[in-house]
């Protein structure tokens, strides 16, 4: 069983910036790509960032803005946001692969609003 608990969300004024970690913990015995989504009220999941071995994508929308980042160390993700507009406020969740099966958060709330 992995565990994945994110942190860093809060409440942030257009054009600023958050940085959200995601912390793997548990039954890792090689965690191969791990990224970021998110959900708005009313809206489907979409992808937002991954990251496998030296490899990054990014959703269209966050591209120039966002970065993800990996410490294989410890087993974390992060998700550098700046530039931060209304429309990012969602829910926004870590995700883990590891032997065919797909790791959750719980999720962190980021509100972009002034």
């Not at 708005?40 to 966050?62: F, I």
């Not at 990996?70 to 883990?96: F, H, I, W």
């Amino acid at each position: 069983q992995v565990q994945l608990v994110e942190s860093g969300g809060g409440l942030v004024q257009p054009g600023g910036s958050l940085r959200l970690s995601c912390a793997a913990s548990g039954s890792i015995f090689r965690l191969y790509a791990m990224g970021w989504y998110r959900q708005a009220p009313g809206k489907q999941r979409e992808l937002v960032a991954t990251v496998t071995g030296g490899t990054t994508n990014y959703a269209d929308s966050v591209k120039g803005r966002f970065t993800i980042s990996r410490d294989n160390a410890k087993n974390t993700v992060y998700l550098q946001m700046n530039s931060l507009k209304p429309e990012d406020t969602a829910v926004y969740y870590c995700t883990g692969h590891q032997g065919g099966v797909n790791y959750w958060g719980q999720g962190t709330q980021v509100t972009v609003s002034s």
